[in-house]
């Protein structure tokens, strides 16, 4: 049976219907009209229909401990209202016509039925941003849909290299570079299974945490073992790989560790086997093979995007790749003996692992004291000149390292971030704002291990973060009053009035708890766990950041398929009523995280 003429069934969260569920809801729904001035729906009470508006306006309602309404969103042709009623027995809202309203009635018993019937249409109903989230992201087109039934077996493995626990730190960098492999597998008595040392933690122990050299590498073993099965798919390691924070996994068979994985394997199965980024880095001698590289990386980012892959993941893939550019674009511009000189810094959403496509160059340079400057002042004029060649446009506020004021000493560097104790003016403000997301990519990481805790320690200043914490509530959620959308002319800008807010917020709520993750996502989990931030926020504003980044990086993929460049802005007419929705629940997030970080840090209207 046909559907009613205006009722689309081939729309969310319909699609999720299939064909005899849709038929069966067709066969069943019947036609409203409520002139304006009715109330459609009561609060407190059940509802015999779910709404489906075709024609009119509908506004809903609660009313306030005097009896006054408060009307809080508005409803237009296409909005469904009364789905809770329905299942729970009792509407949490009213809802009144605001005009005389057409309307498709779904029978409170059909719907109930389906909902037990299609358990993805149910989860729309149930579930929060995520699972909406994820349902909307159903049925994109994908031509890379076998990788994600690839085993982890069909990888290329790196061998197992296994040392005792008494192995000294030099002997095991020894060994790495032998078998030309990553990590260790350590073996120790005193443990059943083993544990794995990386090239990193060897680099650490030497260099943060001052071990001699003979030190034995057994305490510096990560344990338990984080492994996937040689039947598992790539895609389930690429997800361990991010949601535990590692770079690398060992494989078993059985229980038998055959070889590990890492990052660079995985991507390269997504990025396809003759554009084998992370190996081609790896390989590269001269700035034109590091070039070569990094062009391929948009592509990269539209494969793995076509994928499905969750934006946390995404990024921090990404911003894994782009660390590896800036690494061998600084050791090929640096001469040897001068490289543990500096320390290259990212700042910003690349500091943060939050980049996607290429945005401007945030970056900066520590120097040792004893540096001579004029070695790193031509360094960094090619570094700055080489990135821009690559595709990494110069910063318009000129945060690079070609600029002398972002590439100072060490000591030039705390008297900075002292002064910074009472920005002067809103760029003073900013300047530091980036700075704390700042992470080491190259050169000596101990010279900026010191400026790390010095801006930590910028937590303890109740002014300054109140200086800090206004711009949180800078720009408004492009809402309206009632809910709806409020693009300008050129669209809504989601960085400003969605990412922007959440990112900065979370950034002073984490300097004011003495947090020094410097990943949104991760700072939004630490907050919850310090108990700053409501565990349900948490998962919300999670949840949106997620939702505005893919829909930005959605927008700008398109732009760039017109042959346009890409921005922060998104046209809401382009997007599915799902993802209009989604964008709607993600932008009150975000007003509601504003209100929290206003009552966090005191701040007046």
């Known amino acids: 049976m046909e559907a009613p003429p205006g009722l689309d069934l081939s729309q969310p969260p319909f699609d999720l219907l299939d064909a005899a569920g849709r038929q069966r809801l067709a066969a069943t729904v019947d036609m409203g009209f409520h002139p304006r001035g009715t109330t459609l729906i009561t609060a407190g009470a059940p509802s015999d229909h779910v709404v489906v508006v075709l024609k009119g306006e509908v506004h809903a309602f609660d009313l306030d401990g005097a009896g006054h309404e408060r009307r809080f969103a508005d409803y237009a042709s296409g909005d469904l209202l009364g789905a809770w009623a329905v299942m729970a027995g009792r509407a949490r809202h009213s809802y009144r016509a605001d005009t005389d309203v057409v309307s498709f009635l779904i029978p409170a018993a059909v719907f109930r039925q389906l909902l037990a019937d299609y358990p993805a249409f149910a989860a729309w109903f149930r579930e ?83 071990r001699p050299l003979d030190a034995p590498v057994g305490p510096l073993a990560s344990r338990p073992l984080v492994a996937q099965q040689t039947t598992d798919v790539l895609f389930q390691a ?59 990386m948009p592509r990269l980012v539209r494969m793995l995007h076509a994928q499905g892959v969750r934006m946390p993941a995404l990024m ?135 400026l790390e805790a010095q801006l930590l320690a910028l937590g303890g200043d109740e002014h300054l973060l109140h200086t800090m914490a206004r711009a949180v509530l800078r720009f408004d959620a492009p809402l309206s009053l009632f809910g709806r959308l409020r693009p300008d002319e050129r669209g809504l800008d989601l960085k400003r009035g969605g990412v922007f807010p959440i990112v900065h917020g979370l950034r002073c709520l984490a300097l004011q708890h003495g947090i020094a993750h410097r990943n949104s996502f991760a700072r939004c989990e630490a907050l919850v766990q310090a108990g700053a931030l409501d565990a349900a926020l948490g998962r ?25 460049v890409p921005d922060n802005r998104l046209q809401p007419d382009t997007l599915r009523r799902l993802d209009r929705e989604l964008l709607r629940d993600a932008l009150r997030v975000v007003r509601a995280f504003q209100q929290h970080v206003r009552l966090a840090f005191h701040l007046v209207e």
Request: include cysteine; aromatic fraction near 4%.
């Open 316 to 450: 921090e893939l990404v911003s894994a790749l782009n660390s590896r550019i800036l690494a061998r674009l600084y050791d090929v511009l640096v001469p040897e003996p001068a490289r543990q000189q500096a320390c290259l810094l990212v700042l910003g959403s690349e500091g943060r692992r939050e980049q996607l496509l290429r945005t401007d160059q945030d970056n900066a340079l520590v120097l040792a004291d004893d540096a001579d400057p004029a070695v790193f002042e031509a360094a960094m004029a090619r570094f700055s000149a080489w990135l821009a060649e690559i595709g990494y446009p110069p910063c318009p506020g000129g945060v690079m390292v070609s600029n002398p004021h972002w590439r100072m000493t060490a000591a030039q560097w705390r008297a900075r971030l002292q002064g910074w104790r009472l920005p002067a003016d809103a760029q003073a403000a900013m300047d530091l704002a980036i700075t704390l997301d700042a992470r080491p990519v190259a050169g000596n990481p101990a010279l900026f291990q010191p």
């Open 540 to 564: 919300d504003v999670a949840q949106a950041l997620a939702v505005l980044q893919r829909m930005r990086l959605d927008a700008q993929l398109a732009t760039l398929d017109a042959g346009g």
């Open 128 to 210: 929060g941003l995520e699972v909406k989230g994820q349902l909307a992201r159903r049925g994109r087109d994908s031509d890379l849909a076998e990788l994600m039934v690839t085993p982890v077996g069909a990888a290329q493995l790196a061998p197992v290299v296994r040392v005792p626990a008494s192995t000294g730190i030099a002997a095991a960098a020894a060994r790495l570079r032998e078998a030309r492999v990553d990590c260790l597998l350590v073996d120790d008595p005193a443990h059943p299974e083993p544990g794995v040392v990386t090239r990193t933690d060897l680099l650490d122990a030497l260099a943060r945490d001052g």
């Open 238 to 296: 690429l997800a361990t790989m991010a949601e535990r924070r590692v770079e690398r996994v060992a494989v078993r068979d059985g229980a038998t560790v055959v070889g590990t994985l890492g990052m660079a394997e995985v991507l390269a199965h997504y990025a396809g086997h003759s554009h084998l980024i992370t190996l081609r880095l790896a390989r590269a001698r001269t700035l034109e093979d590091v070039a070569e590289a990094a062009r391929d």
